[in-house]
């Protein structure tokens, strides 16, 4: 499965990949189920750049995340998306119920909280693929996570009815698309920048489900694309 809750309390979601490779792309059509494994902050238009390249957000370093339950049965207090393949990216935090991660969030410094867009690279040493990682989060009550901060940019599209030219996967209960191949279209054309492994996270300056930035995808031919790595 790729979305994984840390806990017993939520069903596994699904994931779906799909294509946007032609003119007239319908992202709820001819969609592939594989049954297998939250807006970050952007900067505003650099006037020393091309009009469609938005400046970058430097990442923060990577740290480290120390965190303790009472068995390794017991919810940490996260939503993860292992859609990528290769780390564990965090959609979203359980709010209103004590948790591992809500106490540690409130004994360390802003700068170093576990925050939604962030990226979880290894669990206990171990960095090898985001279902391994997983694996690992269920198996031990004491953990050590490897968390990188998000490098977020913005991409100006004109696609004039061009395909965009990507392949995508992403989780049902996820937050963003993962650009998973770049074939010819737009996205190659107009922003070389973007690559494999990067997550679309908004549409126009506007986050949401998976399917609502698919559906701003089709309707616009303008696309400002909040991309994160």
């Known amino acids: 499965m790729l979305w994984w809750c840390?806990?017993?309390?939520?069903?596994?979601?699904?994931?779906?990949?799909l294509s946007l490779n032609s003119a007239q792309e319908d992202p709820h059509s001819e969609t592939t189920l594989y049954h297998q494994p939250v807006l970050p902050q952007f900067d505003e238009m650099d006037e020393g750049t091309t009009k469609n390249t938005k400046k970058h957000q430097l990442a923060s370093p990577a740290f480290?995340?120390?965190?303790?339950?009472?068995?390794?049965?017991?919810?940490?207090?996260?939503?993860?998306?292992?859609?990528?393949?290769?780390?564990?990216?965090?959609?979203?935090?359980?709010q209103g119920v004590p948790s591992p991660v809500v106490?540690?969030?409130?004994?360390?410094?802003?700068?170093?909280?576990?925050?939604?867009?962030?990226?979880?690279?290894?669990?206990?040493?171990?960095?090898?693929?985001?279902?391994?990682?997983?694996?690992?989060?269920?198996?031990?009550?004491?953990?050590?996570?490897?968390?990188?901060?998000p490098y977020c940019f913005v991409k100006r599209i004109e696609r004039k009815l061009e395909p965009m030219g990507l392949d995508l996967n992403y989780s049902d209960r996820g937050a963003s698309l993962v650009i998973m191949e770049i074939g010819t279209g737009a996205v190659k054309r107009l922003a070389p920048e973007i690559r494999v492994g990067d997550r679309i996270v908004?549409?126009?300056?506007?986050?949401?489900?998976?399917?609502?930035?698919?559906?701003?995808?089709?309707?616009?031919?303008?696309l400002e694309l909040g991309v994160s790595r």
């Open 6 to 17: 840390c806990g017993t309390e939520d069903s596994p979601g699904k994931s779906t990949f």
């Open 103 to 149: 106490a540690y969030n409130a004994s360390v410094p802003e700068d170093k909280r576990l925050l939604p867009g962030d990226y979880i690279k290894a669990v206990n040493g171990i960095s090898s693929t985001s279902v391994a990682l997983a694996e690992e989060l269920k198996r031990h009550p004491a953990l050590q996570l490897l968390v990188q901060r």
């Open 202 to 222: 908004s549409v126009n300056g506007m986050s949401g489900s998976p399917l609502h930035l698919l559906d701003m995808i089709k309707d616009t031919q303008t």
């Open 64 to 94: 480290w995340v120390d965190l303790e339950r009472g068995n390794a049965d017991s919810a940490l207090g996260l939503h993860l998306d292992l859609c990528d393949g290769k780390v564990l990216h965090v959609c979203g935090l359980r």
